[in-house]
T-cell receptor, first 117, second 110 residues
Framework: DVKVTQSSRYLVKRTGEKVFLECVQD?????MFWYRQDPGLGLRLIYF???????EKGDIPEGYSVSREKKERFSLILESASTNQTSMYLC????????????????FGPGTRLTVL | DAKTTQPNSMESNEEEPVHLPCNHS???????IHWYRQLPSQGPEYVIH???SNVNNRMASLAIAEDRKSSTLILHRATLRDAAVYYC???????????FGTGTRLTVIP
C-alpha cells in the first residue's frame, strides 16, 4: 500500500514564525500536492509538483512556498505565519503526470492541523 | 474547474444500501468522474472512478447516467465505518489536481 506521511499531526506556532510542513511518500510517485482544508470551503490546492525541483501554483499559493529536492519529499513553507493560515494541511501524491489522463489516483496523508496564535 | 452538486448530508441505516447522488451537468466528454471519501480525522481516500460505463470495485459501485450529467455512488451495505464525507469530483484529462467541493456527509445509524 502507498504510504504518505506528514511530519506532525498537530502544530502550534506564533504569528511571524517560519513554519515547515514535511511530507514523504514511499511509492516513487511523480506528483505531489499540498492542500488546505477549511470548514465550508472543502479542500483547496496550494501548490503541486510533478518532478524534483519543479513546482506549480495551485488555487491559493499566496503566503506559501514549496520545496522538492528529492522525489519522495515535498515541503510546504509558511515564510511568516499568520492567523489566517490556521487550517488543516493535507499532502497527497499520485503516480502519473496529468497528461497521462484523468484516471490517476491521489493518495493522501493524515493531515497536519496547524494553529497560528 | 468543472463543478459538481451533492446534497450536504444523508443518513442511512446500518447494513442497508446507500445511494449518494452527484449532478455534473457541465461535464465534458473527457472528464472522468472520481469519488473520494474522508473518514473523521483522516485524509481523503480514493473510492472509485469511471468515464462512461458503470464500475464496480470492492468498496462501492458507480452508476453513471447515459448522458453523463449525473452519477450515483452505491454502497451496497453501509457499515458504521462508512460514515464519512463523500466527494464527487470531475477530473479532466490532463489535469494534475482534484477539485474538491464540500461533499456529502453520510451518517450511518446503528
Amino acid at each position: 500500500d502507498v504510504k504518505v506521511t506528514q511530519s506532525s499531526r498537530y502544530l502550534v506556532k506564533r504569528t511571524g514564525e517560519k513554519v515547515f510542513l514535511e511530507c514523504v511518500q514511499d511509492m516513487d510517485h511523480e506528483n505531489m500536492f499540498w492542500y488546505r482544508q477549511d470548514p465550508g470551503l472543502g479542500l483547496r490546492l496550494i501548490y503541486f509538483s510533478y518532478d524534483v525541483k519543479m513546482k506549480e501554483k495551485g488555487d491559493i499559493p499566496e503566503g506559501y512556498s514549496v520545496s522538492r529536492e528529492k522525489k519522495e519529499r515535498f515541503s510546504l513553507i509558511l515564510e511568516s505565519a499568520s492567523t489566517n493560515q490556521t487550517s488543516m494541511y493535507l499532502c497527497a501524491s499520485s503516480l502519473l503526470r496529468g497528461t497521462s489522463g484523468g484516471t490517476d489516483t491521489q493518495y493522501f496523508g493524515p493531515g497536519t492541523r496547524l494553529t497560528v496564535l | 474547474d468543472a463543478k459538481t452538486t451533492q446534497p450536504n448530508s444523508m443518513e442511512s441505516n446500518e447494513e442497508e444500501p446507500v445511494h449518494l447522488p452527484c449532478n455534473h451537468s457541465t461535464i465534458s466528454g473527457t472528464d472522468y468522474i472520481h469519488w473520494y471519501r474522508q473518514l473523521p480525522s483522516q485524509g481523503p481516500e480514493y473510492v472509485i472512478h469511471g468515464l462512461t460505463s458503470n464500475v464496480n470495485n470492492r468498496m462501492a459501485s458507480l452508476a453513471i447516467a447515459e448522458d453523463r450529467k449525473s452519477s450515483t455512488l452505491i454502497l451496497h451495505r453501509a457499515t458504521l465505518r462508512d460514515a464519512a464525507v463523500y466527494y464527487c469530483i470531475l477530473r479532466p484529462t490532463g489535469a494534475n489536481n482534484l477539485f474538491f467541493g464540500t461533499g456529502t456527509r453520510l451518517t450511518v445509524i446503528p
